[in-house]
């Protein structure tokens, strides 16, 4: 079973308790503006270690390898903390809906795993390079960001529950709260590790961060700190996830195309333009939605279009539907007006707006040990870089 472990935390401190302007999301949904104005909020912004740029002489990697080494150097602004220990992170946010949310788990160092293992995959991922974050973990020795992994065990939620004022706090852009309280009481650190360790745990986010920690153990070898990967593991229940869907933006329709093209394996009908209730909207009609500058349409997927998809999800389904569509370009995009947007600004012909995975599926499909479609989900908010890092050095 899955191998957790406390770790020796690497953080902005110890008086720093407001990291509002020394985080940053998650290097993979950085643009180049943002990180200009994360470098521009705070000269201590990790978003200089998780995307650094070439300094002098120096390639990139060198550089974040240099900073790091700076700033926690006496009087940097961080500093090793005195043991090991879990980290509980909690997020508050608004969903899409406005409907107040809240994610609670803990950060730890989770064991690297061959595959087949009981660390599974739930998506099939589409390919990214990752040679870029194994040369960013060669140089500067160093987890920057975790993982996600949703545990299949029941209590995790509560064996990591916290009591006082959090040790660290911050804000980021997006409004999302984010809270970490360091816990190091060996009967609470044993009973996190047991709870993780009963049952299989699957990658929401981050399987090629966790791929590259896989090749960095080859180069190592096994025995060392480089057998485990900074994750933020979290239940896998309904009330501790809010899981947003993909939606589908296409371009080079057919000239004439209309939404009847699609009638072979949806009902197709008129409806109301889409608003922030969309998504409950279409999960209550049991239907996607197609956007067009033209109009809006339901698509309620015929019973053919069920029996042809691997799996009862509206990823599966359009695996179907967009493999028939030949010359047709698909491009992926999470929020319902961000992609409605798309196609009002005429960056794309079309939007199909569809219904998110929910918890019992993921933990259906994750139970089979199988995979579902890539975009499926989309877990959100992402955990922020800066809470606390995980210096492979300091854990020898």
């Not at 200009?36 to 002098?56: K, T």
């Not at 060198?62 to 992170?89: E, I, K, T």
């Not at 309620?300 to 010359?327: I, Y």
Request: overall charge negative; aromatic content about 6%.
């Amino acid at each position: 079973m899955p191998r957790f472990d406390p770790f020796v935390g690497l953080r902005y401190g110890p008086d720093a308790t407001d990291l509002s302007g020394v985080i940053c999301p998650p290097y993979d949904v950085i643009d180049e503006a943002q990180r200009r104005a994360l470098e521009a909020e705070h000269e201590a912004n990790c978003v200089r270690l998780e995307l650094p740029q070439p300094s002098g002489e120096h390639d990139r990697y060198r550089a974040a390898a240099d900073l790091l080494r700076h700033w926690r150097a006496p009087g940097g602004p961080l500093a090793v903390d005195d043991g090991p220990a879990f980290y509980v992170y909690r997020m508050g946010f608004r969903d899409e809906a406005g409907r107040p949310r809240q994610t609670t788990g803990v950060l730890g160092a989770l064991g690297i795993e061959a595959p087949g293992g009981d660390v599974l995959p739930h998506e099939r991922t589409t390919p990214k390079d990752k040679q870029d974050r194994l040369d960013l973990l060669r140089a500067t020795r160093t987890n920057l960001s975790p993982i996600w992994g949703l545990s299949l065990a029941r209590g995790l939620t509560q064996a990591c529950e916290p009591a006082g004022p959090p040790d660290a706090r911050a804000t980021d852009m997006g409004g999302v709260h984010h809270r970490l309280w360091r816990i190091a009481s060996p009967g609470v650190v044993s009973a996190i590790a047991d709870t993780v360790a009963s049952a299989p745990l699957v990658i929401a986010d981050g399987h090629h961060r966790y791929e590259v920690g896989q090749a960095y153990q080859g180069e190592q070898g096994t025995g060392g700190p480089q057998d485990a990967i900074l994750a933020l593991v979290v239940e896998l229940a309904a009330d501790q996830l809010f899981v947003a869907p993909i939606h589908r933006l296409l371009s080079g329709l057919p000239a004439g195309w209309s939404p009847e093209a699609l009638s072979e394996w949806f009902e197709v009908s008129p409806t109301t333009a889409p608003d922030g209730g969309i998504v409950d909207q279409l999960v209550s009609a049991g239907g996607m939605a197609l956007v067009m500058r033209s109009g809006t349409w339901l698509l309620r997927p015929r019973p053919a279009l069920d029996e042809a998809a691997e799996m009862a999800l509206d990823s599966s389904r359009l695996e179907v539907v967009l493999a028939a569509m030949r010359g047709v370009a698909v491009r992926y995009q999470h929020g319902w007006s961000t992609a409605v947007g798309a196609v009002a600004n005429e960056d794309a012909e079309a939007a199909i707006l569809v219904r998110p995975a929910t918890v019992e599926q993921i933990a259906e499909v994750a139970r089979r040990r199988e995979r579902m479609p890539p975009k499926t989900t989309f877990f959100t908010p992402k955990p922020a870089t800066g809470m606390v890092f995980r210096a492979l050095d300091d854990q020898c």
